[in-house]
């Protein structure tokens, strides 16, 4: 996951396109040398067949709008398993039937399979151990969480100014230690105020 713009080298922020972020062609031959090196490094790469690097390799790479709905996409995918209780349908003489909507179509349609190859399809979606279903490059890297602090000002200042009623900047509280304009609001262009941290919670199956 990778923010559509960065910083330059001189302070400033410059945005990606809006319909485009980075080729897909040459992702694809990276992240397909990568994966080999990082083989190679744990002694793995013997083990695969040699035809693998021989083949085009696909990289879904594409714009997905604002931080919102980038989140929206991601949400089920991160949060949820690959099939939900309430989408089997049945299990039946050692088959299995359950619904899934036609992307073409948005209609519910089912599907019925045997229920070796329905673990099979369902484990396709489970990580192996250490994986993470999401990677936080650039700016949202942790290691640039500073940069990503500097990147949020130079946001908030190209974006919507407050109104010209100043009644409300009383209740804002001002934020001790520091001198910098808070962060606004893209919408309203009202300050952003800092109600408290978020406790953590336990993950929900």
Not at 81 to 108: M, P
Not at 114 to 143: C, M, N, T, W
Not at 184 to 203: D, Q, S, T
Request: with cysteine; proline share 10%.
């Amino acid at each position: 996951m990778v923010t559509g713009g960065g910083l330059t080298a001189a302070g400033g922020w410059r945005s990606a396109r809006p319909d485009f972020l980075v080729p897909q062609k040459p992702l694809a031959l990276i992240f397909r040398a990568k994966l080999r090196d990082e083989l190679k490094n744990a002694g793995l790469f013997p083990q695969l067949d040699p035809r693998v690097w021989k083949k085009r390799w696909v990289v879904d790479c594409e714009p997905v709008g604002t931080g919102s709905a980038a989140f929206k996409y991601l949400a089920p995918y991160i949060f949820r398993v690959a099939l939900s209780n309430h989408r089997l349908v049945k299990l039946q003489d050692g088959k299995v039937t359950f619904e899934y909507k036609d992307s073409a179509t948005e209609q519910i349609r089912f599907c019925t399979v045997s229920a070796p190859e329905f673990i099979r399809r369902f484990l396709q979606h489970v990580l192996p151990d250490r994986f993470v279903k999401v990677r936080y490059y650039g700016l949202l890297a942790p290691r640039h969480r500073h940069l990503l602090e500097q990147a949020r000002q130079l946001l908030a200042a190209d974006g919507p100014q407050p109104p010209a009623d100043k009644n409300w900047q009383a209740a804002i509280p001002k934020q001790p230690g520091t001198t910098r304009e808070p962060l606004r609001c893209p919408h309203c262009g009202h300050p952003l105020a800092l109600l408290g941290p978020l406790k953590p919670r336990g993950r929900s199956p």
